[in-house]
């Protein structure tokens, strides 16, 4: 999973943790405006099919469902969403376990849209 700062300003990834979907505990790290890091289940596998181009900053816990669910990224004590989306399963076929995965297709889009099978490409 690729984490991409959109925003004009400085992230402190500290302050962040997943609400639902996956487990992970954000190490204390800025994410800089544009900056990406990469969230993984197996940071060797990753690391040998993608290379290092883009830093992994760890491994989650759980699994990421082939059926579709929500996931919503949170900072702060009052859980101020950063992103909330629902992906599904039916949108592409070669995604859902056949080895594709879902990419966004603009990040600058409104939230809602991200919940549409337009929002994503396998």
Do not use: C
């Amino acid at each position: 999973m690729e984490i991409n700062n959109v925003g004009l300003e400085a992230l402190d990834l500290s302050k962040v943790r997943f609400a639902t979907g996956i487990d992970f505990r954000f190490p204390k790290r800025t994410l800089a405006s544009e900056e990406s890091v990469i969230l993984t289940e197996d940071r060797d596998q990753y690391e040998t099919f993608h290379g290092q181009s883009t830093p992994v900053i760890g491994q989650y816990a759980g699994k990421l469902s082939n059926d579709g669910e929500t996931l919503r990224l949170e900072v702060g004590p009052h859980g101020f969403a950063i992103q909330e989306f629902r992906y599904e399963a039916t949108w592409y076929p070669r995604a859902d376990g056949g080895g594709d995965r879902l990419q966004v297709v603009d990040e600058g889009t409104a939230r809602d849209a991200w919940n549409t099978a337009a929002q994503w490409s396998a």
